[in-house]
């Protein structure tokens, strides 16, 4: 007997490493084809506007299913929409390293963004669902938070390597064989999981609606860098995204079926979380590719050495991730972990915003990646936790989807905000005669100053209004 047990705790943790293992293959995409981006448009002839859609179109279907990918998981079952993510994410990473056209290159990435979405959805309900206890989730949220924190990082080290010694198209052609182990092993590790039984009718009015939205708003935001905030053409596409969201709420209310019921927002750990994960990631997706343009464009890095400059972050976030962060959790509970851990992301960002031109990895880079590192390694699984603590199994899909859309627009908005803070002070400075490298470091400057100021106001949200009956029920186990 304890044999037999011992021989399901050790298939229970195989299988988190499996799922750990697709979705950083989803996490590792962004960044590692944006570090092969200049190849790209010179082998098949973009140009400014059309490599854009090289990683618009995939932020596109990315962001826009993730609240559908979640329900479907709750509906259908986690296991099979998380396969078929990993096939549907698999055969397009194919199409994407084979691609020889601009318009086959495109059409693949959009696709590729659906798998992503489906995978990143149902991986979160997976994982509650193999570890039941406090203790377990908490060490289990522990290794899928380090995947989460670090792979962005790992992937401009990755691309790097890949675009230098073979070309472009092995940033793609590296997902191959991780997708074709992930699905055989998550077909034999995975129980079959019994789906919620279907409504007598589906929220179809709903789902297209807010996918609608959703797509609309990643658009008005990821083009916003480029033709402004204030432009007509911005503002329009930002306000029929709100009309199509306040479509899709009129919606759920009269609906016998909701796709979202919108009973959820009252859930008080639920509807923080993911204000929470709104400002966080808009701090640190900030922080993230700032600081990787600070690094090449005013320290004079290349793209390895760039990856490398991560490696402390990386390793600091993997030692409190791995092991640390759950001993928190458990000490202390949910609340005090994420205001910390916020807080200590503020301190970081607050050190980057001194960009010297002249600053030395030791004096300029370390010491905020310390931070930063120590700060997401303590409060990111806590916020994770926290969104999922108030929610029954058979909606757990779409809290994942919910909280991950959530990290998801805010990343994408706070990365349009500040890039747009950027280059706006460091245009004025430019028109003021100061020298390229003290506009674009002043510009960075400012910009991680406001991603200090997104991570305070997170922390004060949490201290507020993360539910201390949670935070004291988790501590407790």
Known sequence: MPNTSQAAERRRWLALYVLCMGVLMIVLDTTIVNVALPSIRADLGFN???????????????????LLGGRLGDLFGHRRMFIAGIVLFTLTSLLCGLATTRAVLIAARGVQGLGGALVTAVALSLIMSLFTTPADRAGAMGVYGFVCASGGSVGVLLGGLLTRTLNWHWVFLVNLPIGVLVCALCLRLLARDTPERLPARLDILGAATVTAALMLAVYATVEASRIGWSAPLTLGRLAGAALLFAAFLVLEVRVRAPLIPLRLFRLRNLATANAVGILWAAAMFSWFFMSALYMQFVLGYDALRVGLAFLPANLIMAAFSLGLSARVVLRFGLRGPIVFGLMLAAAGLALFARTPVD??????????????????????NPVLLAAMSDVGEHESGLASGLVNTSFLLGGSLGLAILAS?????????????????AALA???????????AFALLAAALAALLISARGSAAAASA
């Open 48 to 66: 400014d506007a059309s490599l854009s859609w090289v990683v618009n179109a995939y932020l596109l279907t990315f962001g826009g299913f993730l």
């Open 442 to 452: 002043a510009g960075f400057g400012l910009a991680f100053f406001v991603g200090a």
């Open 421 to 437: 803070v950027a280059a706006a002070r460091s245009a004025a400075l430019r028109d003021a005669a100061a020298a390229l490298k």
């Open 359 to 380: 600053g030395s990895f030791l004096g300029a880079v370390l010491p905020g990646m310390v931070l930063l590192g120590v700060g997401a390694g303590i409060g990111f």
